[in-house]
């Protein structure tokens, strides 16, 4: 089977590693969490880094940072993981969900402005599978209403988008396009400490607050508390890990980057299929490969995987809309809404294998078992019934 996603652990994590073993640095303290923290920071060029133990704590420390009142709203896609109204809710919050661009299966910018309301105090944008979101936007909309922005860079490491906005037109690395910023490093990212996260900032009051929510809010003296906080630490050795992983982004990005061009080439022409669409002010990172059926194809995604799963190739769904999660439904959310988009990317979308240790034979495998699959999966020709008695329906005729 050829895996969706594999880590490429191929510089100096174990050295890193056996240094932590060898010297007792093994929880949270220690010498790499501060230097992945610094490398992290830079690399994304915001002043603060705060690692935390996974991308689902980075969102909620950073929403924590914000003090929420109840009932106060965040803007956010419903094509999303569960992580981000998760941490809202948890907040006392309320989510506001909007519909994504069909193409980059990003937040639909233009829903935004009208899901604003006098309770609204952020606004959280996915940069999905590693495409960015349309930041210029957004920013007009935080500047006039005094808006946080909590960015959700998860799965954007190293992507960049391209600000139009007066005196910002340059390219600006995800993780840098929010007042906060959260970023994962599970196993399927492309860079990885197996489990862990990031926020980043440069507001010092908001550092502060993130750094005490990360460590229970230990302030002033030890076992003193006058806040609620987490142990979200990271270890020493997973920030090794990470700070060996940072060695080689570029190297990883190239490959990553390679991976989707490739892809891009074998899948483009292919009838019965959809790629996920790169707007020009983006530089994506290709975090996850997407495709979606055309509504000709007579399989859903979940049959097309069970094919592409017999033919040795491992996928995995796309978001299921927050709007459609039972466990948010059932706390009173969400209810009639309706949100085409998101419900059309979970019912036709999927990602297929492009994990770092993938060769090229895998990916030709790979793009030949996807246009085998939709081949068959599409009526060749649908011709109207010449019964000239009944005068209806479709008579389908199958490529087997
Ligand atoms: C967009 C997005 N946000 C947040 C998360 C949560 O990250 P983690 O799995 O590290 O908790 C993920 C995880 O895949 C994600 O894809």
């Not at 020009?280 to 859903?300: C, H, I, P, Q």
Request: glycine share 8%; net charge neutral; charged share 20%.
């Amino acid at each position: 089977m050829i895996p969706v996603s594999a880590p490429l652990l191929a510089g100096n994590e174990l050295d890193y590693l056996r240094d932590c073993i060898a010297t007792g640095w093994i929880s949270s303290a220690g010498e790499y969490i501060e230097r992945f923290e610094q490398g992290w920071g830079q690399y994304c060029g915001v002043k603060h880094a705060i690692a935390v133990s996974s991308g689902t704590a980075a969102l909620q420390v950073a929403v924590d940072a914000l003090r929420l009142e109840p009932g106060d709203e965040v803007v956010m896609p419903s094509f999303t993981v569960i992580s981000c109204p998760l941490a809202v809710v948890r907040a006392g919050g309320k989510p506001v969900l909007v519909d994504s661009d069909p193409d980059t299966y990003c937040l639909d910018v233009d829903q935004v402005a009208a899901a604003i309301t006098a309770r609204t105090r952020a606004i959280m944008p996915v940069h999905i599978y590693g495409h960015p979101v349309d930041m210029d936007p957004l920013h007009d909309l935080a500047e006039r209403y005094d808006l946080a922005i909590i960015e959700d860079a998860a799965q954007a490491h190293g992507s960049e988008y391209f600000s139009r906005r007066r005196g910002k037109e340059a390219w600006h690395r995800c993780g840098s396009l929010g007042t906060l910023s959260a970023f994962s490093f599970y196993a399927n990212k492309p860079v990885s400490t197996g489990e862990g996260g990031m926020v980043l900032t440069n507001s010092d009051v908001l550092a502060q607050r993130c750094r005490s929510l990360r460590n229970l809010c230990f302030q002033k003296r030890r076992f003193y508390h006058e806040g609620l906080g987490y142990n979200y630490r990271l270890t020493n050795m997973q920030a090794a890990v990470g700070l060996a992983q940072l060695e080689q982004i570029s190297e990883i990005l190239d490959r990553k980057r390679r991976i989707g061009a490739l892809y891009d080439a074998l899948l483009a022409n292919v009838t019965g299929i959809k790629l996920q669409d790169k707007r020009d002010w983006a530089r994506v990172n290709y975090s996850m490969y997407g495709l979606v059926l055309d509504d000709g194809v007579e399989l859903d995604a979940f049959g097309f995987a069970a094919r592409l799963q017999a033919e040795g190739v491992d996928t995995r769904p796309f978001f299921m809309g927050m709007h459609e999660q039972p466990v948010l439904r059932a706390r009173g959310l969400f209810n009639g809404l309706s949100l085409p988009v998101a419900e059309r990317l979970h019912r036709r979308g999927l990602y297929i294998p492009s994990g770092l240790t993938l060769t090229d034979a895998q990916i030709a495998q790979v793009a030949r078992a996807v246009k085998d699959v939709v081949a068959v999966a599409i009526p060749r020709r649908a011709t109207r019934s010449a019964n000239p008695i009944t005068g209806t329906g479709h008579r389908a005729v199958w490529r087997m």
